[in-house]
């Protein structure tokens, strides 16, 4: 047994003046926990406590030493309390990771809420578009599409990002509206090189139907930004995230094309180092997220 239990044990021992009743408190028997206060005084060379029928009673040394193992104890049932408190409530720093389009468009709005609702919480946030470590990198929590490989991490599902094609009305009118899937196929596609760089784009028809149909033109971009400027500008027809292209959508700067059609979507999680013993901080921002990504979620995000 371990000397900091035994000293907790003496101060029950003192203050409850019983050994049975001490070592109820402690689920043992009352000869270990006599076994452990003589083993203590053999060590010292001292005799600590005196034991009579009547119960026991305090040594002269025993009664600095007491004094101290309180102190020590105390000291530690208050460490061990601030961390339980810390590990239950949303403070301190939370190091956040996500990618630079959704991070700067999503996840920004939704961080700096969280931070008025919280204001015990710090916070430091990272993008970046491949993929990093949590653990390596110091993340306590990363917001991540697609499916997730299987992985010691702990993760929750927060929704979908649905995708959407557009195009400018200038465009549409000059070149025509597409009908049908393989209309596309006719016009100026402006790509996104981070997800659809395979000059393929995959739609799902009205009756469930999947339909690929091969694209070209002539911008490619891995930033959503770019390729968004590219489609109001009616440079062409760009596939991107539903959130990228709603304010776009809401201004008639550009219209949906074969709305009729539909875009794979892509699944949303939040991640986390381990499934286990997860900090406060972090179950408080996950559970925030869980609230925030219902349908249509793109039109209620916080104003940042």
Not at 199 to 206: A, E, F, K, T, Y
Not at 269 to 296: C, D, I, M, T
Request: net charge positive.
């Amino acid at each position: 047994m371990d000397r900091l239990q035994v000293m907790h044990m003496f101060v029950r021992v003192v203050e409850t003046g019983s050994f049975s009743k001490a070592a109820r408190e402690f689920s043992t028997t009352q000869p270990t926990v006599s076994k452990q206060i003589a083993a203590t005084e053999e060590r010292l060379n001292v005799r600590l406590l005196n034991r009579n029928t009547r119960g026991v009673s305090l040594t002269e040394s025993g009664a600095l030493y007491y004094e101290k193992c309180k102190i020590i104890v105390r000291e530690t049932e208050e460490a061990d309390n601030i961390v339980r408190l810390r590990q239950s409530q949303a403070q301190g720093m939370l190091r956040i990771g996500t990618s630079v389009a959704f991070g700067r468009r999503v996840i920004v709005p939704l961080a700096l809420d969280f931070m008025k609702r919280h204001p015990q919480v710090q916070l430091d946030l990272s993008f970046e578009d491949r993929y990093t470590d949590l653990v390596s990198q110091g993340l306590d929590v990363a917001v991540r599409m697609g499916k997730l490989a299987d992985s010691s991490l702990g993760s929750r599902y927060l929704g979908v990002n649905p995708w959407v094609m557009v195009a400018a009305p200038r465009y549409l009118k000059k070149y025509g509206t597409p009908k049908k899937p393989r209309d596309l196929s006719g016009h100026a596609a402006l790509i996104y090189s981070s997800v659809l760089g395979d000059d393929v784009w995959r739609l799902i028809s009205p009756k469930g139907e999947a339909v690929t149909v091969p694209v070209a033109g002539r911008l490619r971009s891995n930033n959503l930004s770019a390729v968004l400027a590219a489609a109001r500008n009616g440079l062409g027809i760009a596939a991107m995230p539903r959130y990228v292209a709603a304010d776009s959508l809401a201004s008639e700067q550009v219209l949906e094309v074969l709305a009729d059609h539909s875009l794979p979507e892509q699944e949303i999680h939040a991640v986390f180092p381990s499934p286990k013993l997860v900090p406060g901080k972090v179950q408080a921002f996950v559970a925030y997220l869980q609230g925030r990504f219902a349908e249509r979620w793109w039109e209620t995000l916080p104003k940042a």
